[in-house]
């Protein structure tokens, strides 16, 4: 009987009825199935409708690869966008340590120079930083970070590890002013240290020294040390001031001897102020002028 209230036409009647037919059909896919589980003999058939439809496959699933490695190179490049960035804040942070070590170990190796110096000199030293240039323009003065607090007073020489800079001019609690061997008046005595001859260094502008009053004559030639001789009662004898550049004896009188500071006068940053250890003994007092005598009269 069908389902919609109608009979089926007498050709669809023919043969089993459709119960035979639908176990009959389930039994052979079933011996199929056992068949090939066992012996494999569709085996080449399957491995042919894959090779056949592999096409169909991969174009099928293009589109789901095409978004999935978008996601994926687009996460990637955000990665790699903070990883470079990571990596540039690193560099520019073990440039600024490799910087400030380098400039440690310069200071370090400035120090020991410095304290080595001292120490050969056998005198009280007290370690200073320039801290800045003094606000006249016209002077080549500097100021340090050390005061009369830490024992610092006028006059006392100021040396880097290479020879003399200047001399402390001023002193405030906490800084001291440096005039500079450079300043034009600036003057200190010296000596030539291959002949022992005697003369007083004064700044000459541009970087440049002279050394003035020397005699036409004098022993004196380009290569020549200039030291402190000590004379003033201020500075220790020894102390390397500068070299001679040049001697012009065009003159008949002076000769125009012109020096160059042994220490960077200009570039050092790192300084001790140096004290005598013995000062010299007074000048002896002037003798006191005689009294005008009057001429005696003439007795009648």
């Known amino acids: 009987m069908s ?27 079933l011996v199929l199935l056992v068949a090939d589980l066992r012996f494999r003999y569709l085996e080449v058939v399957r491995q042919a409708l894959s090779v056949a439809t592999y096409p169909l496959q991969v174009a099928a699933a293009a589109p789901a690869d095409f978004l ?6 687009f996460a990637t490049l955000v990665d790699v966008q903070k990883e470079n960035a990571m990596l540039r804040q690193s560099q520019v942070e073990a440039a600024q340590r490799l910087l400030r070590f380098d400039q440690i170990e310069e200071e370090n190796r400035h120090l020991r120079a410095m304290l080595d110096m001292s120490q050969a000199l056998g005198s009280r030293s007290v370690a200073a930083e320039i801290l800045y240039d003094a606000p006249d323009p016209f002077s080549r003065k500097v100021i340090l970070n050390r005061g009369s607090q830490q024992g610092i007073e006028a006059g006392m020489a100021v040396v880097n590890e290479q020879g003399m800079i200047g ?12 005039t500079l061997l450079t300043d034009k008046d600036q003057a200190v005595p010296v000596v030539v240290s291959r002949n022992g001859l005697r003369g007083v260094l004064t700044g000459a502008g541009q970087g440049r020294l002279e050394l003035r009053f020397t005699l036409s004559g004098a022993d004196i030639k ?3 040390r200039l030291v402190t001789s000590g004379l003033d009662g201020l500075f ?21 001897v012109v020096c160059e500071p042994v220490a960077g006068v200009e570039r050092t ?9 013995e000062l010299p003994p007074p000048r002896p007092a002037p003798e006191p002028e005689a009294a005008p005598t009057r001429p005696r009269k003439k007795v009648r």
Do not use: K, W
């Open 3 to 29: 389902l919609v209230g109608h009979q089926a036409p007498p050709i669809f009647r023919q043969g089993p009825t459709p119960l035979v037919r639908l176990f009959l059909f389930v039994s052979v896919c």
């Open 68 to 73: 999935r490695n978008a996601a994926v190179y």
């Open 167 to 178: 001399q402390v001019s001023r002193v405030y609690p906490v800084q001291a002013e440096v």
């Open 222 to 224: 380009p290569g020549d």
């Open 236 to 256: 220790m004898p020894g102390l390397p001031v500068a070299d001679v550049v040049s001697v012009d004896r065009d003159s008949p009188t002076f000769a125009a």
């Open 269 to 277: 940053t790192q300084v001790l102020v140096l004290t005598r250890a």
